[in-house]
Each structure stands twice: as C-alpha cells, then as structure tokens.
C-alpha cells in the first residue's frame, strides 16, 4: 500500500515529466478551488479538482504505455477532459448532499411582525429553517456538497424553525445583518435567490422588526 508521500512523489514526478500535464493541473485546480471559493466551499471544490487530475494522470501514463510516444498538448487536454467527466461521474456516487430533509418546524420566534418575517424567510431561511427550498443543482455533486455544508452549518449555528428549543446564535443575527454578513454573497452570487438581496430601506426594516422581536439582539 503506497503512503501518502509515495503518491505525493509520484504526482509531483508525473507534472514536472510533462510540461502539458502540469499547466492543466494547476489550472484545473486552481479554477476548481476558485469557483470554490465564490461558491463558499473551496476545499470540497479544491478536492475534486485534484481529483481530475489524479485521473487525468493515470490516463495520461496509461496512454504513454500504449503508445510508447511522448503526450502531446492534445493527448494532455483529452486526458483532461475525459478525466473531468469520470470524476464528475463518479462523485455522483456519494451520498452525501442527498438527504434533502427538511425536518418540522417546531418553534419560531415571536415575530414583531408579518414583514419582519417575510424579510427573514427571504434572506435567511435558505440556510437557517427547516424550510430550505432545495433547488435543482442542489442533487448535482460537487454543487450539491456545498449547498449542503451550508445548510448544515447554518442550521447549527441557529435555526429559527426550532428557535423555542434551542435558540443558537440568534442574538447575533442583527449584527450580522449589519454587518452585511447574511445573506452571504455566494447565497446571490451568479443571480440566485434574487429575493435575498434586500435593499437599504429592507434592511432597515429588517433591523428594526428584530429589534423588537425577543431572542434577536445581544441586548435583550
């Protein structure tokens, strides 16, 4: 069974051996790890993105075996691309970001008012309820992962579907409103969830309807 610096060695062996494979790779990857990074998950990105290049790899060594020549720049790019397709092929194997669960809404806060809770189920429920509407890319891996590790963590951070059991971090939410911090801007990069962007004047409705909702600021 090869370590981890064994296969290191050996991936850093195969670039540097092939000057087509090594600009490919770091491209790959770097533009994996970047979508990544506008997405909000940049090391489950970063993940498959080495794991097109490990594919790529072996294809590559496979194909110089065969054929007993030297990889060319169009070898190389094949070697990517097919290798991109079996990686995203495979990854739709695992289970993770499957569970679609949207558990029942036990408990939420007493609500100063309707609009106060509609600009919240706006911006903030995406991540932070049990009333997550799952959009179609979100059973798709890699994509899928991310927006599950949002959910996921948005939910443990606080969840105002179950805010009378376990209130979380609500006495934050107003700062981080505040502070621009939610939505997030991966939750409306590229034109999604339009209705998060709330503007200035929803904002400030936003933060005053908190304001006098309990549980919903650090001085209450």
């Known amino acids: 069974m090869p370590t981890v610096e064994t296969l290191f060695n050996r991936l850093r062996n195969s670039l540097l051996a092939n000057r087509w494979a090594a600009i490919l790779g770091l ?3 770097v ?3 970047g979508v990544g990074i506008i997405m909000g998950g940049p090391l489950l990105l970063g993940l498959v993105g080495v794991g097109v290049v490990l594919v790529a790899l072996a294809l590559l060594a496979w194909h110089g075996r065969r054929t007993h020549a030297a990889v060319g720049g169009a070898a190389a790019v094949g070697s990517f691309a097919l290798a991109t397709v079996l990686t995203l092929g495979l990854i739709q194997l695992v289970p993770y970001g499957r569970d679609h669960s949207n558990p029942p ?5 007493a609500w100063s008012s309707p609009q106060t809770r ?3 189920v706006n911006a903030c429920f995406g991540c932070h309820s049990n009333e997550v509407e799952w959009p179609w890319y979100s059973s798709i891996a890699p994509i899928s992962w991310v927006v599950t590790q949002h959910v996921d963590e948005g939910r ?4 105002y579907s179950e805010f009378t059991v376990d209130q979380g971090e609500a006495e934050e939410t107003i700062e981080t409103i505040r502070e621009g911090e939610m939505p997030p801007s991966y939750y409306t990069v590229f034109g999604l969830h339009p209705e998060a962007k709330l503007s200035d004047q929803e904002i400030a409705d936003l933060i005053a309807g908190l304001q006098l909702t309990p549980g919903m600021d650090e001085d209450d």
């Open 27 to 29: 491209v790959v990857f």
């Open 31 to 33: 533009g994996a790890v």
């Open 105 to 109: 809404t036990i408990g939420e806060p």
């Open 118 to 120: 509609e600009l919240m």
């Open 156 to 159: 443990d951070e606080v969840n």
